[in-house]
């Protein structure tokens, strides 16, 4: 199995690269902000619960998250791998998933990091949200918050990650087939 996770910051262009993997690789796509929002959308109290940390820009517990990629992977038995986007996002995050991959008898195969300095991230967020709607990408003081969380809680990870051999960092700057090329690169001398 190919289980690869997609690291770095909000707006770093996790979601579009995921995307373009996913139909390489023949990979599922675990999105945690997009299962939120779609548990939103459909207005369970999940969704509603979500939604108070979401629009502060805070992160959503553990717990939740987990359950939600939990079941994600035991609907999806015949996946050949996963593309983790947006998760994990902490360390018990790691922890709880190192320990699912286990039970599925496999692991993480690489961590991708898409690195992007802040000002920029800024002014991709303000731009997607005009067109997404999403509000979380339309207050800066919202996106200012995710940063601090991101600072806080998720950057740890890179050199949980990195110590174990399986984190490889990508210039998140440029063109979009260029980027892709690049984690290809790493994914194929795997
Ligand atoms: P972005 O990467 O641009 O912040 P996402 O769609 O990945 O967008 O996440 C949107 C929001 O959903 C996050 O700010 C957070 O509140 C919540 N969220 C998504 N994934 C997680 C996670 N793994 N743990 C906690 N909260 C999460």
């Known amino acids: 199995m190919l289980n690869l996770i997609i690291f770095g910051p909000p707006g770093a262009g996790k979601g579009t690269q995921s995307e373009k993997l996913l139909s390489k690789y023949q990979l599922q796509h675990i999105s945690t902000g997009d299962l939120l929002r779609a548990e939103r959308s459909a207005g369970t109290e999940l969704g509603n619960q979500a939604n108070e940390y979401i629009s502060k820009g805070e992160l959503v517990p553990d717990t939740v998250v987990i359950g939600m990629v939990k079941n ?101 700057i440029g063109e979009v087939e260029d980027i892709f090329g690049a984690l290809c690169a790493h994914i194929d001398s795997l």
């Open 72 to 172: 994600f992977m035991l609907s999806h038995p015949e996946a050949g791998g996963f593309i983790f986007d947006g998760f994990p996002r902490t360390t018990p995050q790691a922890d709880a998933l190192d320990v699912m991959l286990k039970e599925f008898q496999t692991g993480i195969s690489i961590v991708l990091g898409l690195e992007v300095d802040e000002d920029e991230l800024v002014k991709r967020l303000l731009l997607r949200g005009q067109s997404s709607g999403r509000a979380d990408d339309q207050d800066e003081s919202t996106i200012r918050n995710r940063f601090q969380e991101y600072q806080n809680k998720t950057l740890p990870l890179q050199g949980y990650y990195q110590s174990q051999g399986k984190y490889h960092g990508v210039n998140g």
